[in-house]
């Protein structure tokens, strides 16, 4: 498992920690920051699907649906939240990554 994976790995965990403890003072500049550094290590080949299943987790956290399960829906949802934030700050990345590959000069 390489640098790339273990970043990815750890924000993925500490989003889902966050999540059900309910967050901390620093908890949104650390999922950023994760989500930030583990959208540097997206391979080309996967840009697509991560930014899609970004839309599917920031629609899913918007929508709160999994709120109405008793007892444990507002943790996933919270942990749902976390993870939207993640992978946001992360397609932020792949965007901005894939918009310089496409526009630098080549030479």
């Not at 003072?25 to 650390?30: D, R």
């Not at 992360?90 to 918009?99: D, F, H, P, R, S």
Request: a negative charge.
């Amino acid at each position: 498992m390489g640098v790339g994976r273990l970043i990815q790995f750890g924000g993925v965990l500490a989003a889902l920690i966050i999540g059900l403890i309910g967050g901390f003072t620093y908890s949104n500049v650390i999922i950023a920051i994760l989500g930030i550094a583990g959208g540097i290590f997206i391979e080309r080949d996967d840009r697509l699907l991560f930014l899609v299943a970004t839309i599917a987790l920031v629609a899913a956290g918007v929508q709160g649906s999994l709120a109405a399960i008793p007892t444990a829906g507002e943790f996933i949802s919270s942990a749902m939240a976390e993870l939207a934030a993640l992978f946001s700050a992360g397609a932020l990345v792949v965007i901005l990554v894939e918009t310089w590959e496409r526009v630098r000069p080549t030479g």
